[in-house]
């Protein structure tokens, strides 16, 4: 059974970094496609980047490119999302998914709740 | 804004059909494969469909998905109250070499 486990909620002041944890356990890790998608108050899912363990192929969207880092480490089974300076509108829940490609995630983390508050 | 585009809501009744569409362009859906999910907010998206028309093991037959140039439909028969969520399409863009979701389709079943 695969299952992805985030880390937990966090506080963060504006300008500050946060790094969101993700454990695959239960299934392949390196040669699957782990993707980063959050969902703000009231919008919809946004996609932020991904990674390809195994190839170390790493995508962003443009919009988070010069903030986000996306690292995959193969011997902990364990993908990470580092989002700098924080904004008040980068308070959502933030998912990692795995699936065959980075729009099809087919086993979910339970999602972390990042808030950015003075 | 986003780039692949889908309906704020659709509706209908408990047993009856409803689909939901999400148009797009040649660089996105046009060239890649379409992914549907079904989302209660607070929770985990679930895959509903991939690679435009398959369903991951577990997903119920009431749930089916098509495509047709640079559009791609999901049609859920024999609605149920449990069915009313939010529903994303998402695909990659060729072009903008980035993964692309729809605006989400808020469906009621009244």
């Known amino acids: 059974q695969v299952q992805l486990v985030q880390s937990g909620a966090e506080v963060r002041k504006p300008e500050s970094s946060v790094k969101v944890s993700c454990k695959v356990s239960?299934?392949?890790?390196?040669?699957?496609?782990i993707t980063w998608v959050r969902q703000a108050p009231g919008q919809g899912l946004e996609w932020m980047g991904g990674?390809?363990?195994?190839?170390?192929?790493?995508r962003y969207a443009q919009k988070f490119r010069e903030r986000v880092t996306i690292t995959a480490d193969g011997s902990t089974n364990t993908a990470y999302m580092e989002l700098r300076r924080l904004r008040s509108d980068d308070t959502a829940i933030y998912y990692c998914?795995?699936?065959?490609?980075?729009?099809?995630?087919?086993?979910w983390g339970q999602g972390s709740l990042v808030t950015v508050s003075s | 804004q986003s780039v692949l585009t889908q309906p704020p809501s659709v509706s209908a009744a408990p047993g009856q059909k409803v689909t939901i569409s999400c148009s797009g362009s040649?660089?996105?859906?046009?060239?890649?494969?379409v992914s549907w999910y079904q989302h209660l907010p607070g929770t985990a998206p679930k895959l509903l469909i991939y690679?435009?028309?398959l369903r991951p093991s577990g997903i119920p037959d009431r749930f089916s998905g098509s495509k047709s140039g640079t559009s791609a439909a999901l049609a859920i028969t024999g609605l149920q109250t449990g069915d009313e969520a939010d529903y994303y399409c998402?695909?990659?863009?060729?072009?903008?070499?980035?993964?692309?979701f729809g605006g989400g389709t808020k469906l009621t079943v009244l």
């Open positions: 239960g299934g392949t890790f390196r040669s699957y496609a």
């Open positions: 990674i390809i363990p195994v190839t170390t192929t790493v």
């Open positions: 690679e435009d028309d």
């Open positions: 998914a795995r699936g065959m490609q980075f729009w099809s995630g087919d086993y």
């Open positions: 040649s660089s996105n859906i046009g060239d890649n494969y």
């Open positions: 998402g695909t990659w863009d060729s072009s903008l070499s980035v993964v692309v």
